[in-house]
DNA sequence: GCGACAG
DNA sequence: ATCTTGTCGC
């Protein structure tokens, strides 16, 4: 995958204070695409979920790209990279600390996803930037966010029956993100747009990915890549 | 001023 | 994120 020259993505420009950080986070925001409807399941080949894992001890991490065949769910192709802390965590600025690794994970594979899935919020975020919204821009990949647990927005309650769902709603009234139940008898997760694609669209992704568990399968399996390289080289 | 706070 | 014992349920 070709996150540099021809992809039309933006250049990270990575900030080494929380200042930087936040002049950078507002230079990605504003070139996010929040319009464009983007691709529904059925348009998808190929599907990219990433995460990172982080050592106890010491500054070592790990992040995995995992390409799945959006039909048949079928892992393509993994690429793992073993890297350091380069910014320490802050909520509202997860991206300046995991994406680094992530784009390099991303650069080294062999074929083109088509969609990216994140751990984490979208617009879903105090500045409508989380960690959807950098790795969207940054790649000019449609991307959205699947949270484990909730930010700043809170929701109604959500149905029991997988499918139900309650909007993310702003002070303002916008809606940022959706809370999704995708298993019965399991939390919802929280969804919500980063580059290129719809809400609709990014939960009825969320949902055909998240068939047997609560979270997405790029989700998990790039979990268990990142997190078994990062024992193998912690030990 | 204080607490809360994705991963 | 990571650490960590037992426990409940399919």
């Not at 065949?69 to 690429?79: M, N, Y």
């Not at 062999?110 to 919204?133: E, F, K, M, N, W």
């Not at 290129?196 to 998240?210: E, G, P, R």
């Not at 047997?212 to 030990?235: G, M, N």
Request: aromatic content about 6%.
């Amino acid at each position: 995958m070709d996150t540099h020259s021809s992809g039309g993505g933006e250049r990270a420009a990575w900030p080494r204070s929380a200042d930087e950080a936040l002049a950078e986070q507002e230079r990605l925001r504003a070139l996010a695409d929040l319009t464009s409807p983007g691709p529904a399941p059925g348009n998808v080949r190929l599907v990219a979920g990433v995460d990172v894992s982080y050592a106890t001890q010491g500054d070592a991490l790990v992040a995995a790209a995992v390409v799945l065949d959006a039909a048949t769910l079928e892992t393509v192709e993994v690429s793992v990279v073993e890297g350091t802390v380069t910014f320490p965590y802050v909520p509202g600025l997860l991206a300046f600390r995991e994406l680094p690794s992530v784009i390099t994970a991303l650069e080294k594979l062999t074929c083109s996803p088509d969609l990216l899935v994140c751990d984490g919020y979208g617009i879903a975020h105090p500045r409508r930037a989380g960690l959807a919204v950098h790795l969207g821009v940054l790649t000019a990949l449609p991307c959205f966010g699947v949270a484990k647990t909730p930010f700043v927005f809170g929701h109604d309650n959500v149905g029991e029956e997988r499918g139900a769902a309650a909007p993310l709603t702003s002070d303002d009234g916008e809606v940022v993100g959706r809370a999704l139940r995708t298993q019965r008898g399991v939390k919802p997760v929280f969804v919500s747009v980063g580059h290129a694609i719809s809400l609709d669209h990014a939960c009825a992704h969320t949902l055909q990915l998240a068939f047997r568990y609560r979270l997405p399968e790029t989700t998990r399996r790039a979990d268990h890549l990142s997190r078994e390289r990062l024992r193998a080289i912690t030990r």
